[in-house]
């Protein structure tokens, strides 16, 4: 009798997916955002919710009143990825777009489906992401009017003081968004107005960033480490090469991306420069 309940739960559960995903398959693959491309930071947040089994990692990208129906739909997602690999790809798909779409949607802004690997950023915003990377604003030299500067720099300091929060605190993390999309809109030339924020933080707008498989070769630098970032365990440290990848480099000293991405705090592990240097956590 259980048996025959349980079976009933998941065909039950698998058809409402089903029937949700198919209405994301028809959604056209062309957006008005960066964050609607799938190799956005709203995204990449969703991969690490996914694999963490965490909705916290992505609850800051939305405001305090879609909390609800975000993790609704990230625990039917849950439910079905493991039933089959094309369930776990449909399951991925729907997650991301609906996590988007309310994300859209909290800003009042239209969501015409997410945009592929690869789609084409602004420079600016390519080299304001590699700031934060590499904890300096040496890439964004010479792209921003001489006048600007300083305010520039006082929002990025801003950025990199937020950066390290719990990924449980979503007050932290919401704070964290507003101080990035500040930092990212004002290098890209565009004003205060067009950032809002609603309650408790929550943003009201967002930027992209550049292709998730690119490894682009920038200046010298080393990310900023605090000492609580460092485990207790044995650590050592590895400066990153042209060519390197997170997961590479991790099967060299017999550990995971995961760990070494939770050490040192990087926001998108598809995404490292040369020049970076990290704590590897070690056996």
Not at 25 to 49: F, K, R
Not at 133 to 159: C, H, Q, T, W, Y
């Amino acid at each position: 009798m259980k048996s025959n309940i349980f079976k009933w739960n998941v065909k039950k559960t698998m058809g409402t997916f089903i029937a949700a995903a198919a209405v994301v398959v028809m959604i056209p693959v062309s957006a008005s955002a960066h964050c609607d491309t799938m190799d956005g930071p709203t995204v990449v947040d969703a991969y690490m919710a996914i694999e963490n089994n965490n909705v916290n990692y992505v609850l800051k990208w939305v405001q305090p009143e879609y909390e609800k129906e975000i993790k609704e739909k990230f625990n039917l997602s849950m439910k079905v990825k493991d039933l089959s690999p094309e369930a776990k790809e449909l399951s991925e798909q729907y997650f991301f777009s609906e996590l988007v779409r309310v994300h859209r949607a909290g800003e009042g802004a239209p969501f015409d489906g997410l945009k592929p690997h690869g789609t084409p950023i602004d420079e600016k915003v390519i080299a304001a992401d590699k700031s934060i990377a590499l904890g300096n604003l040496s890439p964004l030299d010479g792209m921003i009017e001489e006048e600007r500067v300083p305010e520039l720099k006082e929002r990025f300091e801003k950025v990199m003081e937020l950066k390290n929060f719990d990924v449980n605190n979503l007050e932290a993390g919401r704070e964290y968004i507003e101080a990035y999309v500040s930092f990212f809109k004002f290098a890209e030339g565009e004003e205060d107005h067009h950032v809002e924020t609603g309650t408790h933080g929550a943003v009201k707008d967002e930027h992209g960033v550049v292709d998730a498989h690119e490894i682009v070769e920038n200046h010298d630098a080393t990310v900023v480490q605090s000492n609580n970032d460092i485990p207790e365990a044995k650590t050592t440290t590895y400066t990153v090469k042209k060519g390197d990848t997170l997961s590479e480099i991790a099967m060299n000293y017999n550990t995971t991306y995961q760990k070494i991405q939770k050490v040192n705090k990087i926001v998108n592990p598809h995404r490292i420069y040369p020049g970076q240097s990290f704590v590897i956590p070690t056996k």
